[in-house]
């Protein structure tokens, strides 16, 4: 672990949540990294004490000098089982900061993008109003994957829409509504062939592609219609083109 960032005992420490891209430690930033190196402690999030999160995991991959503490949170779990979960893991965070030390939280992706790191940042807040609180900002899975698969995302005066179908696919039906408009979709693995048909129905789905688990084993990156024959995991991203016209006017 790093050497102490030399905050005293009572003056209070700092929380940052650090976001350590999709999957592939090549795409954790030089920034993440040196903050990871400097911080007292370092947290990352986790469905079971002996169970590696994934965020973890790129960190150990990059540097495995980090020593990583995992935090449980009851991903699958209802509200009322994940605000506990979020209470917890804030108590544990403020025991360090409370040490005046500088902790790090890991997390994939951009920590300010659909990630537990504001939800334990605002159990903290409810603790401790006055607690210095940041971010690093982390590549994320549709960066990755627009690079791999080779799309374009916008151009010129189009739009970029972000929908989470966790819940469902109601808000790709509505974000459908605007053919200018990238979509990119996450959390919603689970609903690849629900997803796939309303692409087809809206004329979307030539040009739309599907990565997952990106950068991680298990990886499989491609057409949606080539793999929307069954769901894919939750860590599985959906990028829709506008809909452009053809190169020949069409």
Do not use: C, W
């Not at 210095?132 to 590549?139: D, M, Q």
């Not at 994957?145 to 109601?170: K, N």
């Not at 991680?216 to 829709?240: D, K, M």
């Amino acid at each position: 672990m790093a050497v102490s960032t030399g905050i005293g005992a009572g003056v209070g420490g700092r929380l940052v949540g650090v976001g350590v891209g999709p999957g592939d430690p090549e795409l954790l930033t030089a920034r993440a990294l040196r903050v990871l190196r400097e911080a007292d402690h370092v947290f990352g999030p986790s469905i079971a004490p002996d169970a590696m999160g994934r965020a973890e995991s790129v960190v150990r991959e990059a540097d495995p000098s980090i020593e990583v503490e995992r935090l449980v949170f009851a991903i699958n779990g209802d509200q009322a089982e994940q605000a506990q979960a979020h209470h917890i893991a804030a108590g544990r965070v403020i025991e360090r900061l409370d040490e005046g030390e500088h902790v790090a939280f890991v997390t994939l992706g951009d920590p300010n993008v659909y990630t537990t790191f504001s939800h334990l940042a605002d159990a903290v807040r409810v603790e401790r109003p006055e607690a210095a609180i940041s971010t690093v900002p982390g590549i994320m899975a549709f960066q990755d994957l627009a690079a791999r698969a080779g799309v374009v995302v916008l151009d010129g005066a189009e739009r970029l829409l972000l929908v989470s179908a966790v819940h469902g696919v109601e808000q790709l039906g509505e974000a459908l509504q605007d053919p200018e408009a990238a979509i990119v979709i996450y959390k919603g693995g689970r609903h690849l062939p629900e997803v796939a048909k309303l692409l087809a129905d809206s004329g979307r789905l030539d040009g739309s592609v599907v990565g997952e688990l990106l950068g991680l084993p298990g990886e499989r990156i491609g057409s949606v219609s080539e793999h929307a024959g069954r769901p894919a995991t939750y860590l599985a991203t959906v990028i829709v083109p506008p809909a452009r016209p053809r190169i020949d006017g069409s």
